[in-house]
């Protein structure tokens, strides 16, 4: 799903201080996984309890994007201007390599149209909430994270309608001009709302920042849930198939990631960054696209759903696994790494 705020502390270029902030950051991500796996089994063994939530998805979603908005600061969008060539690449590699590796995966394992709508689409979105804090954890470079996730979130209703159009149009037919108008709703608008309500409240959103990740987790668990209801026969069918699909896009996402930044010489910090950034998409944009576009073939959506469960799963494994290895200070480091605020 989209990354979310990116509230943070200033650190020196020596180990960073964790302040309440960051610790309750830690704990939301840390805690998501879990919440999202419960929510999913909700869903899929009481199908009938979030049906009536169905319908408030997309609205649910604008909540998790407000939370990213009333985070975002000045510093994060004059990030991408000192960076440019950097962020370009990390944009460019979410948006080639995890729309080409949907339409492969499809393709390979000879997925039904629904199915291959739902991993394609998955593919095409945005990258994910919780990318930020994962690279923090795995001592990546965070602010490159942030830079990435903002420019992906903002070029969505362009980007994402379109690639899913032409990859996954043979498939069925995909409204384009219908999502174009769908993500700016529930996506964009949420977020310059919520950065709008950062400058006029800044004061009250700092006393409030950390309900936003928990914010973001009820709402993110509960979309899970809702589509996991709805799509519930599908899975019974075509689970494993699914989390097949699933499993090999995300793994394919982080490690192609991370490959991009050493082809392109960047150093370690920076190629743990792109590994989350690509490797893990805003799966909620994608579920709630397909609950409102291809709502006749719900196995649409059930990619997205299982996607959301396993990405949170396999990043925080990552990012400790990568935690555990020296990673080597640049002079160009950034000073101003910390925890986004709300995943």
């Given at each position: 799903?989209?990354?979310?705020?990116?509230?943070?502390?200033?650190?020196?270029?020596?180990?960073?201080?964790?302040?309440?902030?960051?610790?309750?950051?830690?704990?939301?991500?840390?805690?998501?996984?879990?919440?999202?796996?419960?929510?999913?089994?909700?869903?899929?063994?009481?199908?009938?309890?979030?049906?009536?939530?169905?319908?408030?998805?997309?609205?649910?979603?604008?909540?998790?994007?407000?939370?990213?908005?009333?985070?975002?600061?000045?510093?994060?969008?004059?990030?991408?201007?000192?960076?440019?060539?950097?962020?370009?690449?990390?944009?460019?590699?979410?948006?080639v390599i995890m729309p080409l590796a949907g339409w492969t995966i499809a393709h390979v394992l000879g997925l039904s149209p629904a199915l291959a709508v739902g991993v394609i689409l998955v593919g095409c979105a945005p990258s994910g909430t919780a990318s930020n804090v994962m690279a923090y954890l795995a001592k990546g470079d965070v602010a490159l994270s942030v830079s990435v996730a903002t420019l992906s979130t903002l070029l969505a209703p362009v980007l994402t309608p379109l690639l899913t159009l032409w990859l996954a149009g043979h498939y069925l037919h995909v409204p384009a001009g219908a999502m174009f108008l769908d993500i700016v709703k529930t996506v964009l608008l949420p977020v310059v709302v919520g950065v709008l309500v950062r400058v006029v409240a800044g004061r009250w959103v700092d006393r409030l920042s950390n309900a936003f990740p928990w914010l973001s987790v009820a709402a993110i668990a509960v979309i899970v849930a809702a589509v996991m209801g709805n799509s519930a026969d599908a899975f019974r069918t075509s689970g494993l198939l699914v989390l097949v699909a699933v499993v090999l896009h995300n793994g394919f996402g982080l490690f192609l990631g991370y490959l991009a930044g050493r082809a392109a010489r960047l150093d370690h910090r920076a190629r743990r960054a792109l590994a989350f950034e690509v490797g893990m998409q805003n799966s909620g944009l994608a579920?709630?696209?397909?609950?409102?576009?291809?709502?006749?073939?719900?196995?649409?959506?059930?990619?997205?759903?299982?996607?959301?469960?396993?990405?949170?799963?396999?990043?925080?494994?990552?990012?400790?696994?990568?935690?555990?290895?020296?990673?080597?200070?640049?002079?160009?480091?950034?000073?101003?790494?910390?925890?986004?605020?709300?995943?």
């Open positions: 799903m989209v990354a979310a705020s990116i509230h943070r502390v200033t650190t020196t270029r020596t180990a960073p201080t964790r302040t309440p902030a960051d610790r309750n950051a830690v704990l939301a991500v840390t805690v998501f996984p879990l919440l999202v796996i419960a929510a999913g089994a909700t869903g899929f063994f009481l199908p009938g309890t979030f049906a009536p939530v169905t319908a408030s998805v997309p609205y649910l979603l604008g909540v998790v994007m407000f939370c990213m908005g009333v985070t975002l600061t000045p510093p994060d969008f004059a990030r991408i201007a000192r960076r440019p060539w950097v962020v370009l690449l990390g944009l460019v590699a979410h948006y579920a709630s696209l397909a609950a409102a576009h291809f709502a006749a073939m719900p196995a649409a959506a059930l990619p997205p759903a299982v996607f959301s469960v396993w990405h949170n799963i396999s990043g925080a494994l990552t990012a400790a696994w990568l935690a555990r290895k020296p990673v080597a200070e640049t002079a160009d480091a950034p000073a101003d790494e910390g925890v986004p605020a709300s995943v």
